[in-house]
């Protein structure tokens, strides 16, 4: 199981077919068109995490996967962990006021996205720009760890920050242990990746803890959206909606739906089941 996802492939075709085990893959990512990603398409059975790897997989890997073997598993969420009551500890919250002092009062709004071109900083530092214009006493929070790959794009979007006045009001707080903490403090949480994401899993996590969020609607996130939030959904590129939408949600958040579908027992049994019926008894 530890080998080389085409290793293990090859070494499955190769045993006799009644000594084979049982070839079940799970398609995580909207992962590159290739010969290579193809051996994700390959299992007996195929989980998608939603429903838009679900069409990406029969859009790009047909020959390889028939619909009847992929069965959509939305990954999922710990309620024991995330939950609209949760409330960080005192000893938390006193050393984040001690950190943060410049905050304040302020409404928080957060992205928690790692410093890659995709994850739409740019359009969230501009988010943020144009909701203080509005008169809004909004603080941007960009949550995700720095790649020393990627230093470059790291100090560009500070230079940005910078250039847009808003050094005193948008903060950049690399890796963090403890992101179910910060967005139970956020007054919104943000999602603008410029591709689709084949999940979004941050979305459903701010969701659970009863925080609004808003995001571009596409992929995966954009289902979440559909089935817990409708009110957070907007056209993917369009900044001057995102503001129209977290404006709205400072002022009136609006409900947020349960999901026993997006709940982590729920994935958990979904996936047993489908191994009990692959193999053809209980495991």
Same mark, same amino acid.
């Not at 349960?258 to 053809?280: D, F, K, N, S």
């Given at each position: =199981?530890?080998?080389?996802?085409?290793?293990?492939?090859?070494?499955?075709?190769?045993?006799?077919?009644?000594?084979?085990?049982?070839?079940?893959?799970?398609? *995580?990512? /909207?992962?590159?068109?290739?010969?290579?990603?193809?051996?994700?398409?390959?299992?007996?059975?195929?989980?998608?995490?939603?429903?838009?790897?679900? !069409?990406?997989?029969?859009? *790009?890997? %047909?020959?390889?996967?028939?619909?009847? %073997?992929?069965?959509?598993? #939305?990954?999922?969420? !710990?309620?024991?962990?995330?939950?609209?009551?949760?409330?960080?500890?005192?000893?938390?919250?006193?050393?984040?006021?001690?950190?943060?002092?410049?905050?304040? $009062?302020?409404?928080?709004?957060? &992205?928690?996205?790692?410093?890659?071109?995709?994850?739409? *900083?740019?359009?969230?530092? $501009?988010?943020?720009?144009?909701?203080?214009?509005?008169?809004? !006493?909004?603080?941007?929070?960009?949550?995700?760890?720095? !790649? #020393?790959?990627?230093?470059?794009?790291?100090?560009? &979007?500070?230079?940005?920050?910078?250039?847009?006045?808003?050094? =005193?009001? /948008?903060?950049?707080?690399?890796?963090?242990?403890?992101?179910?903490?910060?967005?139970? %403090?956020?007054?919104?949480?943000? =999602?603008?990746?410029?591709?689709?994401?084949?999940?979004?899993?941050?979305? /459903? $996590?701010?969701?659970?803890?009863?925080?609004?969020?808003?995001?571009?609607?596409?992929?995966?996130?954009?289902?979440?959206?559909?089935?817990?939030?409708?009110?957070?959904?907007?056209?993917?590129?369009?900044?001057?909606?995102?503001?129209?939408?977290?404006?709205?949600? &400072?002022? $009136?958040?609006?409900?947020?739906?349960?999901?026993?579908?997006?709940?982590?027992?729920?994935? /958990?049994?979904?996936?047993?089941?489908?191994?009990?019926?692959?193999?053809? *008894?209980?495991?």
């Amino acid at each position: =199981s530890r080998l080389p996802g085409w290793v293990a492939y090859l070494a499955w075709r190769r045993l006799p077919p009644e000594l084979r085990p049982r070839f079940i893959t799970t398609v *995580h990512g /909207l992962y590159s068109v290739s010969r290579y990603s193809s051996v994700m398409a390959r299992g007996e059975r195929v989980i998608a995490v939603s429903n838009a790897v679900r !069409d990406y997989l029969l859009h *790009h890997y %047909r020959q390889w996967v028939a619909p009847e %073997r992929i069965t959509v598993i #939305p990954r999922g969420v !710990d309620t024991a962990r995330y939950f609209p009551d949760f409330r960080p500890g005192e000893a938390w919250i006193a050393r984040w006021k001690a950190e943060n002092p410049a905050l304040g $009062e302020k409404h928080l709004v957060t &992205l928690p996205a790692r410093l890659t071109r995709l994850k739409g *900083h740019y359009d969230f530092i $501009e988010l943020v720009a144009r909701l203080r214009e509005r008169g809004h !006493d909004v603080h941007g929070l960009i949550v995700g760890g720095e !790649d #020393p790959r990627r230093a470059r794009y790291a100090r560009s &979007l500070r230079d940005a920050i910078g250039q847009r006045g808003l050094s =005193s009001h /948008l903060s950049m707080l690399g890796h963090r242990d403890d992101l179910r903490e910060i967005l139970s %403090r956020s007054h919104v949480a943000v =999602s603008l990746s410029a591709k689709p994401e084949s999940f979004g899993r941050t979305v /459903l $996590e701010a969701l659970a803890l009863g925080i609004p969020t808003i995001g571009y609607a596409h992929g995966g996130v954009g289902e979440i959206f559909e089935r817990l939030f409708p009110a957070g959904a907007v056209p993917p590129g369009d900044v001057a909606a995102a503001v129209d939408a977290v404006e709205l949600a &400072l002022a $009136e958040p609006g409900p947020i739906a349960c999901a026993p579908e997006y709940e982590i027992a729920q994935m /958990l049994c979904a996936t047993l089941r489908l191994y009990e019926q692959v193999v053809g *008894h209980a495991v």
